[in-house]
């Protein structure tokens, strides 16, 4: 299988820029999910500058402005999103899709019309919320999907209330026990109605960072992309404290022994709090990383 080559990185100008504008929308009272998902984007990609920026939102306006009338019950508007997004233009995945940067960034996946489940399923929530429909991202283990309706309506309730689309699979619309089986194909374990919860903007973010951590995990030559995957993730108010560790083991990975071992000892610190002994192991590590100095 081909892999291609992520696109070259902003100047360090351009990434500070974009992570102060990434921070103030995360922090923002209504973080808006496009605006995020492009500044990853351009964190991933010096080509995407403002002018590219502003195309990707004015590519959503006009999708939305292609739907073609203001469907009524929920199960309409997800059969609008559908015929619009998975059968006019063709957006969907495919598996070797996983293999691919470009899957996690929104600006690609608008070019391509193919990416990840949860992309596509932020291609489906951008367009119906601008065309005004009751829609919101639902994250079922391992493939995200979205949901039209009342976000309150009951999660088993009738046809009309609440219904699932696969945007993964063109917008297919989930029938009886579809869900049960993306959960249980995904994770081996039963769906429960917690599952099936709108997602808030912040935890999509997060979770297409934690994607784009776990693309580049896999690959050592791509440690940038992870480093910088990590950093937006510690830009969102709420961070689980194991990035940090997470942070410093990886600038030891990339031989930035110094302040690698500077960071696994302020992490060391925190964690000694609750837990003297990970904390000691975590000092180990770190005495590890400075022996490399020399």
């Known amino acids: 299988m081909r892999h291609s080559h992520p696109p070259h990185p902003p100047s360090p100008e351009r990434s500070a820029e974009v992570r102060r504008r990434f921070a103030e929308e995360a922090r923002s009272e209504r973080p808006d999910l496009s605006t995020l998902c492009l500044l990853v984007g351009a964190e991933a990609d010096g080509a995407l500058d403002e002018a590219a920026l502003d195309a990707a939102q004015m590519e959503l306006d006009r999708l939305a402005g292609e739907l073609p009338f203001r469907p009524g019950s929920p199960r309409a508007w997800a059969v609008a999103l559908r015929d619009l997004l998975g059968g006019r233009y063709g957006f969907h995945g495919v598996a070797a899709d996983y293999q691919r940067l470009e899957s996690s960034l929104l600006h690609e996946v608008l070019r391509r019309r193919r990416g990840l489940?949860?992309?596509?399923?932020?291609?489906?929530?951008?367009?119906?919320?601008?065309?005004?429909?009751?829609?919101?991202?639902?994250?079922?283990?391992?493939?995200?999907?979205?949901?039209?309706?009342?976000?309150?309506?009951?999660?088993?309730?009738?046809?009309?209330?609440?219904?699932?689309?696969?945007?993964?699979?063109?917008?297919?619309?989930?029938?009886?026990?579809?869900?049960?089986?993306?959960?249980?194909?995904?994770?081996?374990?039963?769906?429960?109605p917690s599952m099936l919860e709108p997602a808030a903007p912040l935890d999509v973010v997060a979770r297409v960072l934690n994607n784009i951590r776990a693309w580049a995990a896999g690959r050592p030559e791509q440690s940038a992309v992870g480093l910088w995957a990590i950093d937006l993730a510690l830009l969102l108010p709420a961070h689980p404290a194991r990035l940090r560790y997470e942070r410093a083991r990886l600038l030891v990975q990339r031989g930035e022994f110094a302040a690698g071992a500077g960071e696994l000892e302020a992490y060391a610190e925190v964690v000694g709090v609750v837990d003297e002994e990970a904390a000691e192991r975590v000092r180990g590590e770190a005495r590890a990383a400075r022996a490399m100095l020399n």
Do not use: K
């Open 117 to 192: 489940p949860i992309m596509l399923s932020v291609v489906w929530l951008e367009v119906a919320r601008r065309a005004g429909a009751p829609v919101y991202g639902v994250a079922l283990p391992g493939h995200f999907v979205v949901g039209f309706g009342s976000e309150l309506g009951p999660a088993f309730g009738s046809e009309e209330e609440r219904v699932l689309a696969d945007p993964f699979d063109g917008g297919r619309i989930l029938q009886g026990n579809d869900a049960e089986t993306l959960v249980a194909g995904a994770t081996g374990a039963g769906l429960r």
